[in-house]
C-alpha cells in the first residue's frame, strides 16, 4: 500500500457563491433589487419590515423571503400587511439561508411583478455573514438595547455589511446606549458603513429608510 | 454553528473529486483562515463524524489555521493497493 497525495484547493463556499451569482443573475435579468436583512434575534427585523409593507408594499412591489427557524410566525406576521406574497423558509434548526434556498424560493416568486425582493434572514449576527444570498445590499439591524461592542464582537457581519439600522431609538431614554459610541465602533471594522436611525414604533426616521429602499430600487420603468 | 453543513459540504466535495477511491482516503487537508468564521475545533469534530460515514471509511481531517479569510480544502490522501 502506498499513499498518494492529491493536491485539489478547493473553496468550500465555492458552490453556494456559484449559486448566488446564478441568484444574482436572475434578479438583474428580471429587474429586481435584493436586500439581505441581518440582525441578531430580537433586533427588530419582522417588526421593520411589517411598517416597510404597510408603506410600500405596493409602489415599491416587494416581495419577501422570510427565515425563520422552526415556526412560519414571521411570514404569517407579515402576510398581515400585504396582499403580496411572503415566501416562508423554514430551516429546521439551521442557522442561516443559503443561496440554495433563496434561488428555490424565487421559484415561487412573480419576479416580473416584483421590483424589490427582502430577504429577511435567520437571528444571528455570526453565520449568515458567511453565505452569499445573490443580494445587492446587505443590511445589519443593531438595536439599542444591545452592547455598543456589538461591532467589535461580530466583525465579520459588520465588515460584510452596506448599511446598519439602529432600531428601537424610541428606547434611548431608557438604556444607557451611546449611539455615538455604537456607530465609531461599526466604522472601526468598516470606514464604509451607512447608517439609518429609526424606531418602527413612532415612526422616527422611517421616512430616511423608505427613501433608501426607493433609491436602491431606482425609478419605476414602464413596460 | 454551521460547522455541520460546511463538513457535509466538504464530503460532497471530496466525492465529486475522488470518486469511489473516497473509500481509500486516509486524509483530508483542509485550511481554515483565522478571519474565515469557521471554528476549528467545532469543524474537525463534525468533520469526524462525515468522514466516518459511508462511503468513507474514517480518514483523518487536518487542519491547519493561516491568517486571513481563506477556507479551502488543500488535499487528499488516497490509499493505493500496488500488490500485483
Given at each position: 500500500?502506498?499513499?498518494?497525495?492529491?493536491?485539489?484547493?478547493?473553496?468550500?463556499?465555492?458552490?453556494?457563491?456559484?449559486?448566488?451569482?446564478?441568484?444574482?443573475?436572475?434578479?438583474?435579468?428580471?429587474?429586481?433589487?435584493?436586500?439581505?436583512?441581518?440582525?441578531?434575534?430580537?433586533?427588530?427585523?419582522?417588526?421593520?419590515?411589517?411598517?416597510?409593507?404597510?408603506?410600500?408594499?405596493?409602489?415599491?412591489?416587494?416581495?419577501?423571503?422570510?427565515?425563520?427557524?422552526?415556526?412560519?410566525?414571521?411570514?404569517?406576521?407579515?402576510?398581515?400587511?400585504?396582499?403580496?406574497?411572503?415566501?416562508?423558509?423554514?430551516?429546521?434548526?439551521?442557522?442561516?439561508?443559503?443561496?440554495?434556498?433563496?434561488?428555490?424560493?424565487?421559484?415561487?416568486?412573480?419576479?416580473?411583478?416584483?421590483?424589490?425582493?427582502?430577504?429577511?434572514?435567520?437571528?444571528?449576527?455570526?453565520?449568515?455573514?458567511?453565505?452569499?444570498l445573490g443580494e445587492k445590499a446587505r443590511v445589519v439591524l443593531f438595536t439599542v438595547t444591545e452592547g455598543e461592542d456589538k461591532p467589535l464582537k461580530y466583525p465579520k457581519m459588520f465588515e460584510k455589511a452596506d448599511w446598519v439600522v439602529l432600531t428601537k431609538t424610541d428606547l434611548l431614554p431608557y438604556v444607557p446606549f451611546d449611539i455615538g459610541r455604537a456607530e465609531a465602533n461599526c466604522l472601526k471594522v468598516n470606514p464604509n458603513l451607512r447608517f439609518i436611525r429609526v424606531s418602527a414604533m413612532n415612526g422616527d426616521g422611517m421616512s430616511e429608510w423608505f427613501e433608501f429602499l426607493r433609491f436602491s430600487v431606482g425609478p419605476a420603468v414602464s413596460a | 454553528m454551521h460547522e455541520l453543513s460546511l463538513a457535509i459540504e466538504i464530503g460532497r466535495l471530496a466525492e465529486e473529486k475522488l470518486g469511489p477511491a473516497v473509500a481509500r482516503c486516509v486524509a483530508v487537508g483542509v485550511d481554515v483562515g483565522t478571519e474565515s468564521g469557521v471554528e476549528p475545533s467545532a469543524l474537525e469534530f463534525c468533520l469526524e463524524a462525515v468522514l466516518s460515514d459511508p462511503p468513507w471509511k474514517g480518514a483523518r481531517a487536518v487542519l491547519t489555521t493561516p491568517p486571513g479569510d481563506i477556507f479551502q480544502v488543500t488535499w487528499f490522501e488516497v490509499e493505493d493497493d500496488d500488490s500485483p
Open positions: 500500500m502506498t499513499v498518494r497525495k492529491i493536491e485539489v484547493r478547493e473553496r468550500v463556499m465555492a458552490r453556494n457563491d456559484e449559486l448566488a451569482a446564478h441568484v444574482r443573475a436572475r434578479l438583474t435579468a428580471a429587474g429586481v433589487t435584493a436586500i439581505n436583512l441581518m440582525s441578531s434575534p430580537g433586533a427588530g427585523k419582522t417588526t421593520l419590515l411589517e411598517r416597510t409593507l404597510a408603506e410600500l408594499a405596493e409602489p415599491l412591489d416587494i416581495a419577501v423571503v422570510a427565515g425563520d427557524v422552526q415556526t412560519q410566525n414571521d411570514a404569517d406576521r407579515l402576510s398581515a400587511h400585504t396582499g403580496r406574497l411572503v415566501q416562508a423558509i423554514v430551516t429546521n434548526g439551521a442557522c442561516h439561508l443559503d443561496a440554495l434556498q433563496v434561488n428555490d424560493a424565487l421559484d415561487h416568486i412573480d419576479l416580473a411583478k416584483t421590483r424589490l425582493l427582502i430577504i429577511e434572514n435567520v437571528g444571528n449576527l455570526v453565520c449568515p455573514a458567511s453565505w452569499d | -
